[in-house]
């Protein structure tokens, strides 16, 4: 493992987040198994206490995991590949990581965004006395577990990989793909068309949607826009690396998310991917709050002001990956008169 002060800063805040989030979870337990709204009892008081201080715990867990991932995600981006041989923007940092850098993304994702379902409940939860959602809360919360104990695991066995690791390929290998066009590169563009036509599109309907949900509350439907949104969530990323990141690169078939997290690119990456995940969680929060809405009628008026946050969220996120994607493109069509591939 290297010994990079952003490396000890990751593992300071995952361990701290850890520790709170096992602390609130273990309490969570004894909610989950034996809530009763109903009686008065010396037991119950105690379970809500433990409600009280799960809740409590798990913000502050969140908050410091969410704080670790932001960490990690900067060092692979754009700190941990001067010390790699050959590594010049984050691709060069997961090929020396192999397989277990990309699957502490993914599982670093999942946790944040189970964690992220779970802080919505027990936002509307704590609209009403009554704790309705109480019990679904702490299962939410224990849920997550298995998800942050593989990401702090494959983190730590792709942070050791990048002690004496052998120079790498980096964005070179993307440029010898192309010179010999190789199976791997032609295979791409294939799903181009799919995936820039489910980014126009999808982005157009959850346009709709969210402009529809905010002018009608009581009427979403939370769980097709969250699924849109996953479907768009996919094909966005993939019209990024295939097709939008071009114009900022300004040069074809360079297919290379991580290098729109470079100063060179005024960190570009950050703001679209993180378009990307407001628009995701946020209509996960749209549903969850619908579902919410359908099932606890109690709880319909906070519901209902969840969702049309959500949506407005969802529509700004929106309007961010647009600008940063599209505006790039048309403003090149307009100062050149064609597209960057050459077509009118």
Not at 206 to 218: E, G, H, N, Y
Not at 249 to 270: E, M, N, R, T
Request: aromatic share 10%; hydrophobic share 55%.
């Amino acid at each position: 493992m290297i010994w990079h002060p952003l490396v000890w800063a990751f593992w300071v805040t995952a361990a701290t987040g850890g520790w709170l989030y096992a602390t609130g979870a273990i309490r969570s337990v004894d909610v989950l198994l034996n809530w009763t709204p109903a009686r008065a009892d010396s037991d119950q008081l105690r379970r809500e206490r433990h409600a009280e201080m799960a809740a409590l715990l798990g913000r502050w867990a969140l908050g410091c995991l969410a704080a670790a991932a932001t960490l990690g995600l900067v060092g692979i981006a754009v700190v941990w590949h001067r010390v790699i041989p050959g590594a010049m923007c984050g691709t060069g940092v997961l090929q020396a990581m192999g397989t277990d850098g990309s699957r502490a993304l993914i599982f670093w994702g999942v946790t944040l965004a189970v964690l992220y379902s779970w802080r919505v409940l027990d936002s509307l939860d704590s609209q009403l006395t009554q704790g309705v959602l109480t019990q679904a809360g702490a299962r939410v919360m224990i849920s997550a577990a298995p998800f942050l104990v593989l990401a702090a695991f494959f983190s730590w066995q792709a942070l050791m990989r990048l002690e004496n690791v052998p120079p790498v390929s980096c964005c070179a290998a993307v440029y010898d793909q192309v010179l010999s066009d190789s199976p791997e590169f032609t295979a791409g563009p294939s799903l181009v068309p799919i995936a820039l036509w489910c980014c126009l599109a999808g982005g157009a309907a959850l346009l709709v949607l969210a402009v529809s949900t905010i002018r009608f509350p009581d009427r979403p439907s939370g769980a097709m826009m969250a699924t849109l949104a996953i479907v768009w969530g996919i094909g966005a990323t993939v019209a990024v690396k295939q097709v939008w990141s071009a114009y900022h690169y300004q040069v074809l078939s360079h297919p290379c998310p991580w290098c729109l997290f470079l100063p060179d690119y005024h960190g570009a990456g950050f703001f679209i991917f993180g378009c990307v995940a407001v628009v995701v969680m946020q209509s996960i929060a749209l549903w969850l709050a619908d579902r919410t809405r359908r099932r606890y009628p109690v709880l319909a008026d906070p519901a209902a002001k969840r969702i049309r946050r959500s949506a407005w969220l969802i529509l700004i996120g929106l309007m961010g990956f647009s600008i940063l994607t599209v505006g790039p493109a048309i403003a090149w069509r307009l100062h050149a008169g064609v597209w960057l591939n050459g077509l009118p």
